[in-house]
């Protein structure tokens, strides 16, 4: 066995241990120099990088060594590896805060080089969501956009079987192993992707699904897209975890509107009312999204994703502008939790978004409610530079109360400055803001 395929099978390992994502196993990689390093740390090293149930479940793989098996029935179950380093990993997936490690495929995969929507939704859907779905997936489908979804029962599985049945491609991102099919009553829809599309996963072979891998699975599906499309989706619905991630990657976002008496449209309604895009039809939605796609074509991967040097469209991008300005810490951490040498790069990402989603703002004229403007003003100042001092509080005895003081005071002045100047400027309308006199109030 060669250097390189030892790598590729220690590696393996690595993908092995379903807890391990790709911040993870990059923080290995740099303590202990490579997968075959990281494999001969052992217990002792692992505990420095990871915690102590996952160095525990790591040390029983490594004893049981039936990965290595597994390993070498790769080909025989006709099961493919790739990861970042190699030819053939999926570009797309390399520009996303969370990039997998490793990712399994059976079939083939998506390629850069055609237009992905993602069309995602409620399982427990309405006969109006089946209609939508299987309407859009079909179009999809007979004008060769690859449709990636999760194989989940309802809006998922029935958009990808339209767009199979009508001569397309699709491609399932499971919070499995590729090897297992789940929901089993898709069985049909799995041996269908699995020779006209494709069956991806970033869990190894034999990996049970469980509630905590959808989550993660869900950043996958709206990383291979170019644009997702929710239809059906209660207010507080696991889709809305899709979507937030799809705007984190600085996909587009598309809504079926729904009935405001239908509570599986809560979820979708509440996102068009934030200023999410509007499917009215699949024709004019991918006319839209065509358009969006040539011109995103035409400037680097970097430009695509840290500038996105997109016409801002009136009713458009009010959802992302909303979570850059008004602010959300846990976002934030996440564009700034990454490797050292990506540091300064997420730290002007989340700032190049900010000013954007002003940008926005000074561009539309649609109205802004109270909560939106009041609720989270501290959350832009603080949480890039919380992340950003962390290191030092870490280093220096005492230094993490004075962060945090500071921190407090620096939003505090910003949070009464913007109160007070959003108060004086519409004393008569103290529901609704003009975005034009929110942003000149901000600035």
């Not at 230094?399 to 913007?418: D, H, P």
Request: with cysteine; charged share 25%; proline share 6%.
């Amino acid at each position: 066995m060669n250097r390189m395929e030892t790598e590729r099978m220690y590696a393996y390992f690595l993908c092995s241990i379903p807890m391990i994502g790709g911040v993870r196993a990059g923080q290995l990689e740099e303590r202990f120099g490579s997968p075959q390093g990281i494999y001969e740390a052992g217990v002792t090293g692992w505990r420095e990088c990871v915690s102590e149930s996952i160095a525990e479940y790591m040390d029983r793989q490594k004893k049981e060594d039936a990965w290595r098996q597994e390993y070498a029935q790769l080909a025989e179950k006709q099961i493919h590896l790739v990861f970042p380093w190699e030819e053939g990993f999926p570009k797309k997936l390399l520009t996303i805060p969370d990039p997998p490690y490793g990712f399994f495929y059976k079939g083939r995969l998506p390629k850069d080089t055609i237009p992905s929507v993602a069309v995602i939704g409620a399982r427990e859907c309405s006969e109006y969501g089946r209609y939508v779905a299987e309407e859009l997936g079909r179009y999809l489908g007979t004008h060769r956009i690859q449709v990636i979804s999760g194989m989940a029962r309802g809006i998922d599985g029935i958009s990808q079987q339209a767009a199979l049945s009508a001569g397309g491609t699709s491609y399932g991102v499971l919070g499995c192993g590729v090897d297992i099919c789940y929901p089993s009553q898709n069985r049909r829809l799995y041996e269908e992707l699995g020779r006209e599309g494709g069956l991806l996963s970033t869990y190894a072979p034999g990996i049970r699904a469980m509630p905590a891998y959808f989550p993660p699975r869900n950043r996958i599906v709206s990383g291979l897209s170019d644009a997702l499309i929710v239809i059906e989706a209660r207010q507080k619905s696991g889709t809305l975890i899709t979507v937030d991630m799809a705007l984190e990657q600085g996909r587009d976002v598309y809504v079926v509107p729904g009935r405001i008496t239908d509570r599986l449209s809560d979820g979708c309604n509440r996102l068009l009312n934030q200023g999410a895009g509007v499917m009215l039809s699949p024709e004019q939605f991918l006319e839209e999204f065509l358009q969006s796609w040539e011109e995103r074509q035409e400037l680097p991967v970097e430009s695509d994703i840290y500038k996105r040097k997109k016409k801002h469209r009136k009713n458009k991008n009010l959802l992302l502008a909303g979570m850059f300005v008004s602010g959300d810490p846990a976002m934030c951490s996440r564009y700034l939790e990454g490797a050292d040498a990506q540091k300064w790069e997420n730290f002007r990402y989340a700032f190049v978004k900010g000013e954007g989603a002003l940008d926005f703002l000074l561009k539309s004229d649609s109205p802004i409610h109270e909560d939106w403007a009041f609720g989270r003003l501290i959350s832009p100042i603080c949480s890039p530079l919380k992340v950003e001092f962390a290191p030092y509080a870490a280093k220096f005895p005492g230094a993490a109360v004075f962060i945090k003081v500071a921190l407090a005071i620096v939003g505090g002045y910003f949070f009464i400055r913007g109160f007070f100047r959003l108060f004086n400027m519409r004393r008569d309308t103290p529901k609704w803001y003009s975005p034009l006199a929110l942003a000149r109030g901000l600035l």
